[in-house]
């Protein structure tokens, strides 16, 4: 078996453990989630249409915040796993437990996608409060919408574990929100979409194809939109998985020869 039995209870009990832990930061999260949300609506929805935008750049602007709520969460998590590689070193502590270098790092994937995607659920009911008038939860296809989630949250649990590979120490870690996080993200058709950006730029578009973030964002689109004028919805799914298989795979070999596990 590619997992033992014995492995899969260990891992099991220590992302209980992290839920567990985590319980008592939800209501920072809740009310940091609020104020964020609020002030984009606001913004976005209330203050630009006064500028010429169509009112139903809310709608869209609110399927671009499920996407990117997860990647919000990214640039606080690496600062604490550099902190901790170059500090307390509790890592040392999973070396004793009876699990494969790998499955440990593959925890902490799932730990910070569970994380991340616990407050990033609640963005499309919050949204939804916020701009009642100009969007229908009826118009979501769910079953979409939960597929491109979970994906895109594995992402950002993966991407999380690739960057904090990259972070050598605290003096870097400002390098980690204008490097990585602010440019994939604000480039990555959160104000725009894919076919609107490659009518103006066919060399543009091209390029942002192999920024994660425009899959993730038109995947997004497609599923809580509707399909037409973004990206094929399947291909958003297997890119997204794609690049975070890659990511997976890329940290877990730097993250092992930088802790030095056997």
Partial sequence: MFFRKDQLQVLKELLATDLYILKGTVRDQIINLCIWMISMTVVNSYLMPAFGLSLEYSAFILAGL???AGLFG???SVANLVSDFK???????????????WMIFLRL?????????????????LGQLLIWDRFSLRHVAFGK?????????FFY???TLWIASRVPDMTKIGNVWMRFVYPIWFLGCFQ??????RGKSQFFGLINLINPITYIMEGMRAAVLGQDGYLNFWT????IGLFGILCSWRAIVLLKKRLDFV
Avoid at 87 to 101: I, K
Avoid at 109 to 125: D, K, Q, R, W
Avoid at 145 to 153: D, E, K
């Fill in 66 to 68: 499920c996407a990117s």
């Fill in 74 to 76: 990214v640039f606080p």
């Fill in 87 to 101: 500090g307390d070193q509790v890592y040392t502590y999973y070396l004793t437990l009876p699990l494969p270098s």
């Fill in 109 to 125: 994937i799932f730990y910070y996608s569970l994380n991340f995607s616990l407050l990033g659920i609640l963005v499309l009911p």
């Fill in 145 to 153: 919408f939960f597929l491109i989630f979970a994906l895109s949250y």
């Fill in 157 to 159: 649990g993966a991407f």
């Fill in 192 to 197: 725009f979409s894919w076919a609107v950006l």
């Fill in 236 to 239: 958003c799914c297997f890119m």
